[in-house]
T-cell receptor, first 115, second 113 residues
């Protein structure tokens, strides 16, 4: 089975702190994604990566950065956390196919609270 | 651009009753369609997907969905729900080329004993 592991299920941070959210997948997937989930807004794409050291902005990249140094690992970074970044963060991966028939596999989520 | 509309944000239904969760999408290109389920405090898992072929797709846990190209809809149905079906359900689309997925805002299904 594909496994996508997010390192922290629950985090509490203070405004201005630097926050790292780590995600590891074990199925050699090329594509990895970070989503933010908020009630009534569904899932919104922050960043995605289709290869090592490659990244592309999603719909809401402001205030976030990402790192993909190894194929299996995709990190989301909040350089200076703010209260409006309190949310559930979901990592996902999918194998790259030209016709994109692959489904997304999700981690269990990281619930971040910024005080 | 793609957009996905889930018409009902909350759906309460009695146990053993049928349910339909509605999803409409807009796209000028061919798309693939997915339904995901999210149980409390968990990530999303795939219920079913439509890529091509038969417009009626069967998934896990007794769910099925029908792709209607003329109405650009992909509604999810189950003939008899259980308490364990209480969860958030998300409709998603991806283009036939490219690597982005687009999600609806979700429908919270509550099954009442």
């Amino acid at each position: 089975d594909v496994k996508v592991t997010q390192s922290s299920r629950y985090l509490v941070k203070r405004t201005g702190e630097k926050v790292f959210l780590e995600c590891v997948q074990d199925m050699d997937h090329e594509n990895m994604f970070w989503y933010r989930q908020d009630p009534g807004l569904g899932l919104r794409l922050i960043y995605f990566s289709y290869d090592v050291k490659m990244k592309e902005k999603g719909d809401i990249p402001e205030g976030y950065s990402v790192s993909r140094e190894k194929k299996e690992r995709f990190s989301l970074i909040l350089e200076s956390a703010s209260t409006n970044q309190t949310s559930m963060y979901l990592c996902a991966s999918t194998i790259y196919r030209a016709t994109n028939t692959g489904e997304l596999f999700f981690g269990e989520g990281s619930r971040l609270t910024v005080l | 651009a793609q957009s996905v509309t889930q018409l009902d944000s909350q759906v309460p239904v009695f146990e053993e009753a049928p349910v339909e969760l509605r999803c409409n999408y807009s796209s000028s290109v061919s798309v693939y369609l997915f339904w995901y389920v999210q149980y409390p405090n968990q990530g999303l898992q795939l219920l079913l997907k439509y890529l091509s072929g038969s417009t009626l797709v069967k998934g896990i846990n007794g769910f099925e969905a029908e792709f209607n190209k003329s109405q650009t809809s992909f509604h999810l149905r189950k003939p008899s729900v259980h308490i364990s079906d209480t969860a958030e359900y998300f409709c998603a689309v991806s283009r036939s080329t490219g690597n982005q997925f687009y999600f609806g805002t979700g429908t919270s299904l509550t099954v009442i004993p």
